[in-house]
């Protein structure tokens, strides 16, 4: 299940929790179409809670609207993660350093505001 948080035209921010299907997939990725259609640089926040694992026939289609990002890495700005999983956590330190030039933090949920602070920047901080 997901959620599209308000947030700045250049931010992605997303709550997801429980199974992530091939409609939440769909949703968050034609968001972030959205925001670099619109914007040069995109920065993401991502809250998960008790995620169970992703639909594997998802993956065939969602990995053909991902793959052509490797591309355009370069527009990715700040990207935090709320987890209250560790795993997330630690897969987002992962995919941290596979991407160096893309600004990564993680967060624990009580320290959401900070992350969609850190995210949006000082200009604008949404409250959701």
Same mark, same amino acid.
Not at 93 to 107: G, Q
């Given at each position: 299940?997901?959620?599209?948080?308000?947030?700045?035209?250049?931010?992605?921010?997303?709550?997801?929790?429980?199974?992530?299907?091939?409609?939440?997939?769909?949703?968050?990725?034609? /968001? #972030?179409?959205? %925001? $670099?259609?619109?914007?040069?640089?995109?920065?993401?926040?991502?809250?998960? @809670?008790?995620? *169970?694992?992703?639909?594997?026939?998802?993956?065939?289609?969602?990995?053909?609207?991902?793959?052509?990002?490797?591309?355009?890495?370069?527009?990715?700005?700040?990207?935090?993660?709320?987890?209250?999983?560790?795993?997330?956590?630690?897969?987002? /330190? #992962?995919?941290? %350093? $596979?991407?160096?030039?893309?600004?990564?933090?993680?967060?624990?949920?009580? @320290?959401?505001? *900070?992350?969609?602070?850190?995210?949006?920047?000082?200009?604008?901080?949404?409250?959701?």
């Amino acid at each position: 299940m997901h959620r599209i948080i308000d947030s700045p035209k250049d931010v992605v921010a997303v709550k997801i929790s429980g199974k992530i299907t091939l409609d939440d997939l769909k949703a968050i990725m034609d /968001r #972030l179409d959205e %925001a $670099m259609a619109g914007s040069e640089k995109v920065h993401v926040f991502a809250e998960t @809670e008790s995620i *169970e694992g992703m639909e594997l026939s998802a993956m065939p289609e969602h990995m053909r609207r991902a793959f052509p990002l490797f591309g355009k890495l370069n527009r990715f700005g700040r990207v935090a993660v709320v987890a209250d999983q560790a795993w997330v956590r630690a897969g987002t /330190r #992962l995919e941290s %350093a $596979m991407l160096p030039n893309i600004s990564y933090r993680t967060y624990m949920p009580d @320290e959401r505001e *900070e992350a969609l602070g850190w995210v949006c920047g000082p200009a604008m901080t949404p409250a959701n």
